[in-house]
């Protein structure tokens, strides 16, 4: 990424799609038609990790190689003869600005089994591309898909209260479950296989259209995740495969009382005996599927926040060392043509700094973040931002430009702001004046979420920190990327030497 350019900010759930999320269909690639008509070179997305049936964040995964099965388009299971067009109906009238999720699981269920059947009834010959699948993927899947199966047969019970033998993944005790739930098991298994195979070819249409992928990788996993219960010895637990300390951060801007995550941390000591082999394994699968590797909370690989079990805020954690330099030296050595960004937001020390140039790795930026009092030294603003790094309006963490500058930007900030700009600015020009400030940065890569984009309010925000309901859930509507939208970032982009 050291080509000057820029790109757009759009998880796949956000896409337009008449089946209630976003998906890998039709409007995937009208999207990546519409970054090369406006001469864009990135598009960043959240991860595309499966996630639990406990809602729809993407950072809250139950697996760390397994695909979000509910991003499979129903418009391409017909295309591909798995489905026919009958089987789409009755479709529910799912919501247009949000996303049902309990309505899109039921609605895709049905049509997954449909397809399933189908592809059951298919020739051994016509089964050959899923065999070959199943045989390279076997390291993961195989523990996913079973893990999958065996939380719906034991009623979705964690797992470390699941009968000792299968908790504590017993030959004698699985077996017979394996044998019992095989068809269960081969449809998990089919799943994946057709994500992946409309991912690829999603990934190769970007690819041809000059476009390149971001790719995002949560540095942690659920509990409930098919990884932790394959791999407890690399995660704090203790013998019942119950955490001993969870994750989370100190407070920060998001929050006064910190984020408590909950996920289980690593034991840093077993994955260096074992040469970061799963890691390793995480980072490369990931890499397979994206051209760029953004690593969330990147500081967690330098220290991490651990927090005692039972407590109810982050505020009583503390600072463990993590071996970063030792873990990247590894990686490279097995990957050398790296392409990591390092999510280094929030509190970050003079280790990780340290850490990040020794690897030249890629940091972010937020203007959002520019205005405090501190604004000429301020490392956001836009005339102290540096060359190796990605500057963004803002995440999908933060509110939208315009919902920031109408309900969380004091009267203070505000007339910094307009004193940076050079004049005052209204409500409906603030987004394109903070892109005007990224693009025309010295920074190689600007990222502009597609809200900014489309000059939307705080209603179009993604996620809100620290809170657990309404978040996820944004989705463009159709018609939204009119033409005077591509024409004009597509000006603001030639015009700042990104196209």
Same mark, same amino acid.
């Given at each position: 990424m050291k080509i000057r350019g820029s790109g757009i900010l759009l998880h796949i759930t956000s896409l337009p799609s008449p089946y209630g999320i976003g998906d890998l269909g039709p409007s995937a690639y009208r999207f990546a038609d519409f970054l090369a008509e406006a001469k864009q070179r990135y598009w960043q997305i959240l991860p595309l990790n499966a996630t =639990?049936?406990?809602?729809?964040?993407?950072?809250?995964?139950?697996?760390?190689?397994? =695909?979000?099965? *509910?991003f499979i388009s129903p418009e391409v299971l017909v295309a591909d003869g798995y489905l026919n067009e009958d089987d789409l109906e009755p479709r529910p009238r799912f919501p247009g600005k949000k996303i049902s999720h309990a309505a899109v699981c039921r609605y895709k269920e049905r049509l997954f089994q449909i397809a399933y059947d189908r592809f059951r009834r298919r020739s051994r010959r016509k089964k050959q591309a899923f065999q070959n699948f199943a045989d390279e993927n076997s390291s993961w899947l195989d523990d996913f898909a079973l893990f999958k199966v065996l939380k719906s047969h034991f009623a979705l019970k964690p797992w470390c209260e699941w009968p000792e033998g299968i908790r504590k993944r017993k030959p004698r005790a699985i077996?017979?479950? !394996?044998?019992?739930?095989? !068809?269960?098991? &081969?449809? &998990? !298994?089919?799943?994946? *296989?057709?994500?992946? /195979?409309?991912?690829?070819? %999603?990934?190769? *249409?970007? /690819?041809? !259209? =000059?476009?390149?992928?971001?790719? +995002?990788?949560?540095?942690? %996993?659920?509990? &409930?995740?098919? +990884?932790?219960?394959?791999?407890?010895d690399i995660f704090k637990l203790d013998a019942s495969g119950r955490p001993e300390a969870v994750a989370g951060v100190p407070p920060d801007y998001f929050s006064t009382t910190g984020q408590l995550w909950g996920n289980p941390v690593y034991r840093w000591d077993v994955l260096k005996e074992r040469g970061y082999d799963w890691l390793i394994a995480r980072v490369a699968h990931l890499l397979g599927l994206v051209d760029h590797l953004r690593i969330d909370h990147f500081r967690g690989l330098v220290a991490f926040w651990e927090v005692p079990i039972g407590e109810k805020s982050a505020i009583n954690g503390r600072w463990i060392e993590a071996p970063a330099v030792d873990f990247l030296h590894c990686l490279i050595k097995k990957i050398p043509c790296l392409s990591l960004i390092a999510e280094d937001l929030g509190i970050i020390t003079a280790d990780v700094r340290e850490v990040m140039s020794l690897f030249g790795l890629t940091g972010m930026k937020v203007l959002q973040f520019a205005f405090g009092e501190d604004l000429p030294t301020n490392p956001y603003a836009p005339h102290n931002i540096i060359q190796n790094s990605i500057v963004y309006t803002g995440t999908h963490d933060n509110n939208t430009i315009k919902g920031w500058f109408d309900s969380e930007l004091g009267r203070k900030e505000r007339a910094r702001l307009f004193r940076y700009l050079g004049r005052h600015v209204t409500h409906d020009q603030v987004s394109w004046e903070l892109i005007r400030l990224a693009m025309a940065s010295v920074a190689d890569t600007a990222i502009i979420p597609l809200q900014d984009i489309l000059g939307l309010g705080g209603e179009a925000r993604m996620n809100r920190p620290a809170t657990a309901r309404g978040n996820w859930q944004w989705r463009m509507l159709p018609g939204q990327l009119k033409p005077e939208i591509t024409k004009r970032l597509r000006d603001i982009t030639e015009i700042y030497g990104r196209a």
């Open positions: =639990g049936s406990g809602g729809l964040s993407p950072y809250h995964s139950i697996s760390a190689f397994a =695909g979000n099965i *509910y077996t017979p479950l !394996k044998w019992k739930l095989a !068809k269960t098991i &081969e449809m &998990e !298994k089919f799943l994946q *296989y057709i994500f992946f /195979r409309q991912w690829s070819s %999603l990934h190769s *249409y970007c /690819r041809s !259209k =000059g476009i390149q992928i971001i790719g +995002d990788m949560p540095i942690y %996993l659920n509990l &409930e995740s098919a +990884d932790l219960w394959s791999h407890p």
